[in-house]
């Protein structure tokens, strides 16, 4: 069972780590219920998840692709499976800071060896990365990356 405090707890420690980003890409985000409380802290937030039903927030009802135009300032997923490499690479291709909270791999790697992937992925496009944990049930490790300074 999902932490039903996830999206709360993902928005604070984004606003916490990444005060200047006002707007923000919520990739492969389901209903838009980060989307809703990135809003509540007072972010700018478009959702991308081909879903039909969602929450009244800004949405984008198609996959995010390396192509979207860059309108963020942070690109980031809560448990966005197959889209957690391409927000990554995104993140790098754009010059922006990142966030994720992986869950499954997208080619059947398990969890652990997936994160040290995810990181190695963001640190060879030139990112700096780093782990934490948010304190809730369920995938809770976090990988946040940005440019070298």
């Known amino acids: 069972m999902a932490d039903k405090r996830r999206f709360d707890l993902f928005a604070d420690l984004l606003v916490a780590r990444f005060p200047d980003a006002k707007r923000v890409f919520d ?15 007072g972010r700018e937030c478009v959702t991308f998840d081909r879903r039909h039903k969602h929450l009244p927030v800004a949405y984008a009802e198609r996959e995010f692709t390396l192509d979207e135009p860059c309108a963020a300032d942070l690109v980031v997923g809560m448990h966005a499976d197959g889209a957690t490499r391409v927000i990554i690479e995104y993140a790098a291709r754009h010059g922006l800071p990142f966030a994720v909270v992986p869950c499954c791999s997208d080619n059947s790697m398990p969890y652990k060896p997936w994160m040290r992937h995810l990181a190695a992925l963001g640190t060879s496009l030139g990112l700096t990365v780093e782990e934490l944990e948010l304190p809730m049930e369920g995938r809770a490790r976090v990988l946040l990356g940005h440019r070298v300074l």
Request: hydrophobic share 55%; aromatic share 0%.
């Open 27 to 41: 990739v492969a985000g389901g209903m838009g219920k980060l989307n809703e409380a990135l809003v509540a802290r």
